[in-house]
T-cell receptor, first 111, second 114 residues
Framework: GIQVEQSPPDLILQEGANSTLRCNFS?????LQWFHQNPWGQLINLFY???GTKQNGRLSATTVATERYSLLYISSSQTTDSGVYFC?????????????FGKGTKLSVIP | EAQVTQNPRYLITVTGKKLTVTCSQN?????MSWYRQDPGLGLRQIYY???????DKGDVPEGYKVSRKEKRNFPLILESPSPNQTSLYFC?????????????FGEGSWLTVV
């Protein structure tokens, strides 16, 4: 099956600092998504990023599919960025669409 | 407002007592799925549905059943709950079961089986 590994498992940042989260995945995936789970448990879709780079405000993501990894960059972190960041690898085909999540990176941004 | 609604949000039940967690979406989405989230394990897919009357197993289907009789609803059924099914459950939907579609999650259902 699909393997997804995230690092680091935990990260503590001072407000205003930058960070990079990493996601490694096996070679059987079609594409990659990033999600944020806020401290109240709500899950939000951040990026669909099968390859290349996308940016949304202070967040950006890069996926290098040939090397089977994706990076999520958070710049000028704010306390509202706290929570758990998940990447999910997508395996799809005729009549199937499955997501396999990594175990997440727990980010704590302190004032 | 586009949303995925799960009920109940919180439930404590006893071993063996059948229960159903409902999931409804108002976006006319074809694709729906269920996940469970456990500490240290992330989210794991239980079942998914590409469309009405089309369901398939995810990574951890044992002990669960689903049905998709209409497009908007995708209930998760625990016929005989056991303590190892204590978890946080999420329902999700997207326009299609294809790459590139935004996935919308419900708010989660905390289930405790004693």
């Amino acid at each position: 099956g699909i393997q997804v590994e995230q690092s680091p498992p935990d990260l503590i940042l001072q407000e205003g600092a930058n960070s990079t989260l990493r996601c490694n995945f096996s070679d059987s995936v079609n594409n990659l998504q990033w999600f944020h789970q806020n401290p109240w448990g709500q899950l939000i879709n951040l990026f669909y990023i099968p390859s290349g780079t996308k940016q949304n405000g202070r967040l950006s993501a890069t996926t290098v599919a040939t090397e089977r990894y994706s990076l999520l960059y958070i710049s000028s972190s704010q306390t509202t960025d706290s929570g758990v960041y998940f990447c999910a690898a997508v395996s799809s085909g005729a009549g199937s669409y499955q997501l396999t999540f990594g175990k997440g990176t727990k980010l704590s941004v302190i004032p | 407002e586009a949303q995925v609604t799960q009920n109940p949000r919180y439930l404590i039940t006893v071993t063996g007592k059948k229960l159903t967690v409902t999931c409804s979406q108002n976006m006319n989405h074809e694709y729906m799925s269920w996940y469970r989230q456990d500490p240290g394990l992330g989210l794991r897919q239980i079942y998914y549905s590409m469309n009405v009357e089309a369901t398939d197993k995810g990574d951890v289907p044992e002990g669960y059943k689903v049905s998709r009789k209409e497009k908007r609803n995708f209930p998760l059924i625990l016929e005989s709950p056991s303590p190892n099914q204590t978890s946080l459950y999420f329902c999700a939907s997207s326009r299609e079961g294809r790459a590139g579609n935004t996935i919308y999650f419900g708010e989660g259902s905390w289930l405790t089986v004693v």
